[in-house]
């Protein structure tokens, strides 16, 4: 009887590595987001405070697609907000976008919630429409910040 007992806590034991294995090697790679050639430069900085993150997102743009911006502001802010909604998923409110002409950059902010738990902030909505993770993706770390630039 022990030893019944012994092979179905195997077999068990080799069913459920096997599913761990199956899903692990069958992950689906991330989306990755579209690339836009006018976006000279980009800056996202999230930073945590309490239970909300404070999401900023600086576009550095080339000077014919910032005029073209400037000229209808709110089409440009109401596509940008859509496009953050579209991405992420996540509960966001406050948002707001800035121009700055000197700079040709905008500038959207937001608050996201939801993303806090215990002692730690889930930032996986974040990092897979990035392709990036934790684990794989080469991410340059200091005391209070994490850093990642792409090609």
Not at 18 to 42: D, F, H, M, Q, Y
Not at 119 to 137: Q, T, V
Not at 142 to 151: A, N
Request: glycine share 6%.
């Amino acid at each position: 009887m022990k030893r019944l007992g012994k092979s179905v806590q195997t077999i068990i034991t080799v069913v459920i590595l096997g599913l761990v294995i199956g899903l692990w090697s069958c992950k689906e790679p991330a989306p990755t987001l579209e690339i836009n050639e006018s976006i000279a430069e980009r800056i996202i900085r999230i930073n945590a405070k309490g239970d909300v993150l404070h999401y900023q997102e600086t576009l550095f743009w080339d000077e014919k697609k910032f005029s073209e911006i400037l000229a209808d502001k709110s089409e440009f802010s109401y596509h940008q907000i859509e496009k953050f909604k579209k991405t992420y998923e996540v509960n966001a409110d406050n948002f707001s976008i800035e121009f700055t002409n000197e700079r040709n950059l905008t500038l959207l902010s937001c608050d996201i919630h939801g993303k806090f738990t215990g002692n730690w902030y889930d930032f996986h909505w974040f990092l897979n429409p990035l392709g990036l993770d934790f684990l794989d993706s080469p991410f340059d770390k200091s005391e209070r910040v994490l850093s990642w630039k792409g090609p």
